[in-house]
């Protein structure tokens, strides 16, 4: 089987290396935009072999695990210039922008919107490993859309990879994963940057800051390339989930200010059943 | 050598637990108001015996690890009741308002301010554990208005218990610690209770939900009763570091309303500044 990665990054990477753990036999094909990427996938061993826009006719399946704003530009050209028994997958952190462009598409049924809820803050080929979705969930989108046959093909080969897989239309997606995703990575961006502004001096915050501020601002690190895009084509929910929560921050604020020990108790212990969520989160080795 | 730590929670109990490993002569008395947590802490083995009041005298160091706002009520009354050779620590959360309850204190020069970085998001006797403080910042605050002597006996069992001490005065580290410590807090409080305001059933955000929306809410299961006091006390602190935060918030909103692409990666990017500093406390082992 051959199978074509375009994104050599995080998740295009450890795309390659888990199929090559568990499908040994497959025939790795890679391409990325960036010359440097190609290279170190190359000598990483993530791929066998460069791809070309020409070859992708020869792919059985077709990985995209670029950002979603190259993804919903690549992704018509990649279908017409794939055969009719490729099928293209796209791995990318928002579903509604990517299915809407090729909803139109003759080749509609040959691609599986995909998106596996799995990453680092990390980026590039050197980040990516095996291990990245052993277990970890993969929301299918519009699965419906894919012919069976295609469909069939592409979850033998995302469970192969032992994701589990779970499915959704597109626009709920969207909306849930501005919530549970997308406004964690704005709250870690803003609070590195709210940090950052106030401590002139880098070692102070190296001195006093504890696990707990690590782990708030961690996703602080993401790659602004990747994440721009992504806000920008979930804009509707990731703005209504932002609002919400910067409502909160004041009600928090406005309960402070008023030295409403009862408020500020309830607000706290409110937020305390998250604890439950995260346990059950552990649980499913998310 | 005979201690006392009031208040066997997580901070108290892994006092208890890391004296008896590193000093294995000690005699270990404890107190709670909790008689649930204080039968926990003897079941446990925290510490050898209960300690009361009338025993107070008989101590040569007695830490405080209790709520602040409990400590500014409970200090001056400790030192009342202490010998004249009792080292008493406190080891709370903010210091201004601890100071200065007992700046005009007769035994002032006995006491010593500290605030262990050290900490996790459970809470009471069956979260203390032995390694808490290894290699972990504590800051010790106003230490010149301790004794030279007391100081000495408490530095020694502080380092004792391998904590990495620094000095600083009571105000700098409550401005300080409002935003590497306590603006994580609300951050991660008022998000999860954003997800939950919307996620109205749990299993969406147990399905959904990966590694970073964990990261950035896990303080969320932080105790109510402990923070309430410490927000009140720094209240001042925390409110302008909690308005800058809502302050980046709504300039990121701003931005993606516009679809200002330059500007919202150019936010990312200097939050990406965080890296080499996470990297630092990384090498740090805080």
Known sequence: MKIGVIG??????????????????????????????????????????????????????LFLAIPVDATVKLLPQVLEGVSSSTLVIDMGSTKAAIVEAVAQHPRRDQFLAAHPIAGTEFSGPQA?????????????????????????????????????????????????????????????????????????????IVELAGSGFASTVRLAKSSAAMWAPIFQQNKRHVLKALYAYIGHLNTFADALEAEDTDQLLELMKKANQIKPILEGMAQNGN
């Open 8 to 61: 050599l990054g995080l998740i295009g990477g450890s795309v390659a290396l888990s199929l090559r753990k568990n499908r040994p036999s497959v025939q790795l094909y890679g391409a990325d935009k960036s010359s440097l990427h190609l290279q170190q996938a190359l000598e990483l061993n993530l791929v066998d072999c460069e791809l070309s826009k020409d070859q992708w006719s020869q792919m059985d399946v």
């Open 128 to 204: 990516a490993f095996e291990g990245l979705f052993e277990g970890k969930i993969t929301i299918l989108c519009d699965a419906e859309k894919t012919a069976a046959s295609s469909r069939e093909k592409g979850i033998e080969l995302l469970e192969a990879m032992h994701m589990r897989l779970i499915y959704m239309d597109a626009a709920a997606h969207d909306l849930h994963v501005a919530y549970v995703s997308h406004l964690s990575h704005v709250s870690s961006f803003m609070l590195g940057q709210t940090v950052l502004d106030m401590e002139k001096n880098p070692e102070t």
